[in-house]
């Protein structure tokens, strides 16, 4: 077995056995708070009408050009149509995935990256360029730093990204990008952190809301309802055409079927068709754990009673029930 299968199935045991039922996947251990995301079950965040998150902003953190795309692109593209305005910060600069010489690789995931933008609705790229597979090389004060920057500069207030604590991921750029990325969310709302931000006119801010995807094993409390947004997410890895199982891969197979004199009839009948339908169909549903190493969109949308989903462990802003100003009014007594 590859072990991306098997990790995908021991991901579906430990993390969806029991969702929604308050059943464990271990019998005799009854699931934590935790575990289910403190309500007994996994909470289905569905789309909504009008524009409920217009003011707020939201970064879309990936290592490379195709991972938003393949593990969040639907519920990216959900919020951004919901009012959120998002922005793309790419860790990476790909130069490791492709075919040509290394600056071809490295120009051509570039356009493709702005490709996804565009694809998902986000208004703008922040590349930071670090070398392709050798992020467990750098220094992660800096890369921090970086991101405190912008975290502070375009006041983020949710994040989708890598699940900094996503068991058994092989990609150090994608656990360094996570890690670190954890880290300056709640520092980038500390006054003593780069303290010349401030001087430079920017304010202490932290990230509150977090979405984090992963490959491996994961504590799963959100499933995103991505049904109207399935097509977008189709787009953003359509046009990833240098790296990834997406892009032009239907059109391959369509042609190479073609060679044999046999067709499929599920790849449509024209190049551009081929490229949406092969990975609606099969990068997203039937070759899913294969090709992206996590399981169906279909099957999970199913599972939930929905046609497509994404499953995150979420990460809620702090919560606002208590006031500790009102409490004191109400019950404090003269000395
Ligand atoms: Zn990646």
Same mark, same amino acid.
């Given at each position: 077995?590859?072990?991306?299968?098997?990790?995908?199935?021991?991901?579906?045991?430990?993390?969806?056995? =029991?969702? =929604?039922?308050?059943?464990?996947?271990?019998?005799?251990?009854?699931?934590?708070?935790?575990?289910?995301?403190?309500?007994?079950?996994?909470?289905?965040?569905?789309?909504?009408?009008?524009? $409920?998150?217009?003011?707020?902003?939201?970064?879309?953190?990936?290592?490379?050009?195709?991972?938003?795309?393949?593990?969040?692109?639907?519920?990216?593209?959900?919020?951004?149509?919901?009012?959120?305005?998002?922005?793309?910060?790419?860790?990476?600069?790909?130069?490791?995935?492709? $075919?040509?010489?290394?600056?071809?690789?490295?120009?051509?995931?570039?356009?493709?990256?702005?490709?996804?933008?565009?694809?998902?609705?986000?208004?703008?790229?922040?590349?930071?360029?670090?070398?392709?597979?050798?992020?467990?090389?750098?220094? *992660?004060?800096?890369? *921090?730093?970086?991101?405190?920057?912008?975290?502070?500069?375009?006041?983020?207030?949710?994040?989708?990204?890598?699940?900094?604590?996503?068991?058994?991921?092989?990609? $150090?750029?994608?656990?360094?990008?996570?890690?670190?990325?954890?880290?300056?969310?709640?520092?980038?709302?500390?006054?003593?952190?780069? $303290?010349?931000?401030?001087?430079?006119?920017?304010?202490?801010?932290?990230?509150?809301?977090?979405?984090?995807?992963? *490959?491996?094993?994961?504590?799963?409390?959100?499933?995103?309802?991505?049904?109207?947004?399935?097509?977008?997410?189709?787009?953003?890895?359509?046009?990833?055409?240098?790296?990834?199982?997406?892009?032009?891969?239907?059109?391959?197979?369509?042609?190479?079927?073609?060679?044999?004199?046999?067709?499929?009839?599920?790849?449509?009948?024209?190049?551009?068709?081929?490229?949406?339908?092969?990975?609606?169909?099969?990068?997203?549903?039937?070759?899913?754990?294969?090709?992206?190493?996590?399981?169906?969109?279909?099957?999970?949308?199913?599972?939930?009673?929905?046609?497509?989903?994404?499953?995150?462990?979420?990460?809620?802003?702090?919560?606002?029930?208590?006031?500790?100003?009102?409490?004191?009014?109400?019950?404090?007594?003269?000395?």
């Amino acid at each position: 077995m590859k072990r991306r299968e098997f990790m995908g199935r021991i991901w579906v045991a430990g993390a969806f056995a =029991g969702a =929604g039922t308050g059943v464990s996947a271990h019998p005799g251990m009854k699931p934590s708070p935790q575990q289910t995301g403190g309500s007994g079950g996994v909470f289905i965040e569905r789309a909504v009408a009008g524009k $409920p998150h217009a003011g707020k902003v939201l970064a879309a953190v990936q290592p490379h050009t195709d991972d938003i795309p393949l593990f969040a692109g639907g519920t990216v593209a959900k919020l951004i149509n919901e009012g959120y305005t998002g922005y793309l910060i790419r860790a990476t600069n790909d130069e490791k995935a492709g $075919p040509g010489t290394t600056g071809e690789t490295v120009l051509s995931n570039e356009r493709d990256n702005e490709s996804v933008a565009k694809a998902l609705g986000l208004a703008k790229i922040f590349n930071l360029n670090y070398r392709n597979h050798r992020m467990d090389d750098l220094s *992660r004060q800096e890369m *921090r730093a970086r991101l405190i920057f912008l975290i502070r500069l375009l006041k983020v207030d949710t994040i989708i990204s890598y699940d900094p604590w996503g068991h058994y991921e092989e990609n $150090p750029d994608h656990y360094v990008t996570a890690q670190v990325l954890e880290s300056a969310c709640w520092m980038a709302g500390m006054n003593k952190d780069y $303290p010349e931000h401030l001087e430079a006119g920017l304010k202490p801010h932290a990230v509150r809301e977090k979405y984090y995807f992963a *490959r491996g094993p994961q504590l799963i409390n959100r499933v995103v309802d991505i049904s109207t947004t399935i097509d977008q997410k189709v787009d953003a890895n359509v046009a990833n055409k240098t790296q990834g199982p997406g892009g032009e891969n239907g059109a391959r197979l369509k042609a190479r079927l073609s060679a044999q004199n046999l067709k499929l009839s599920i790849l449509g009948d024209n190049d551009d068709l081929a490229n949406r339908q092969y990975i609606k169909h099969f990068v997203l549903d039937l070759d899913s754990q294969r090709l992206r190493g996590v399981r169906s969109d279909r099957e999970l949308g199913r599972e939930h009673g929905v046609d497509y989903a994404e499953a995150f462990h979420y990460v809620a802003p702090y919560p606002v029930d208590f006031n500790m100003e009102e409490y004191v009014r109400k019950n404090a007594t003269p000395l």
